[in-house]
């Protein structure tokens, strides 16, 4: 049986919110905060628990014990700034797995010095995985594994009854 997982998202734009949304869908607690009351409205009868906070404020991130989430996901604004200075204070607070949404190239190697294993770049990541499925037709999935290291799931309905010589992989 799968985990139910506690993950906190910070920030309850498009990307958290809809991040949000799935998981809670697929049957884990989510923890919503943001700044704007009108965005922690519009998810509070979706999420288990919404909260109108300053996350850039490391008390108000300790008082939400965010550091016992599973998972916590920064996806806030579009300056660097505030994303940092959360991460910074989630770190302080001792939040285990951390996931941010960079604004950026120079935001992601500033994640990146800072130690945070996870992030994402959402239209970076996905204009490469769609270029990929436009290049390679029947491709499934993408999954980068390192630089110039990649898997690719395809569908191989035309592989049928051909060696690995006759198919010139």
């Given at each position: 049986?799968?985990?139910?997982?506690?993950?906190?998202?910070?920030?309850?734009?498009?990307?958290?919110?809809?991040?949000?949304?799935?998981?809670?869908?697929?049957?884990?607690?989510?923890?919503?905060?943001?700044?704007?009351?009108?965005?922690?409205?519009?998810?509070?009868?979706?999420?288990?628990?919404?909260?109108?906070?300053?996350?850039?404020?490391?008390?108000?991130?300790?008082?939400?014990?965010?550091?016992?989430?599973?998972?916590?996901?920064?996806?806030?604004?579009?300056?660097?700034?505030?994303?940092?200075?959360?991460?910074?204070?989630?770190?302080?607070?001792?939040?285990?797995?951390?996931?941010?949404?960079?604004?950026?190239?120079?935001?992601?190697?500033?994640?990146?010095?800072?130690g945070v294993g996870r992030v994402l770049e959402p239209e970076i990541d996905v204009a490469?995985?769609?270029?990929?499925?436009?290049?390679?037709?029947?491709?499934?999935?993408?999954?980068?594994?390192?630089?110039?290291?990649?898997?690719?799931?395809?569908?191989?309905?035309?592989?049928?009854?051909?060696?690995?010589?006759?198919?010139?992989?």
């Amino acid at each position: 049986m799968k985990k139910t997982l506690e993950v906190g998202i910070i920030g309850l734009g498009k990307f958290g919110r809809q991040l949000g949304i799935v998981l809670t869908e697929l049957g884990h607690n989510v923890l919503g905060v943001d700044i704007d009351p009108q965005r922690v409205h519009a998810v509070q009868d979706i999420f288990p628990q919404t909260y109108v906070a300053d996350a850039t404020d490391k008390t108000a991130l300790d008082q939400l014990k965010l550091q016992s989430c599973d998972t916590v996901a920064v996806s806030v604004g579009s300056t660097m700034d505030s994303s940092i200075l959360i991460t910074l204070n989630l770190q302080e607070i001792g939040a285990k797995d951390i996931l941010v949404k960079a604004v950026s190239a120079a935001h992601r190697k500033v994640l990146s010095k800072l130690g945070v294993g996870r992030v994402l770049e959402p239209e970076i990541d996905v204009a490469t995985q769609v270029a990929y499925r436009l290049n390679t037709p029947g491709m499934l999935d993408l999954l980068p594994i390192g630089t110039g290291v990649l898997i690719q799931e395809l569908i191989v309905d035309k592989w049928t009854g051909k060696s690995l010589a006759e198919l010139k992989l």
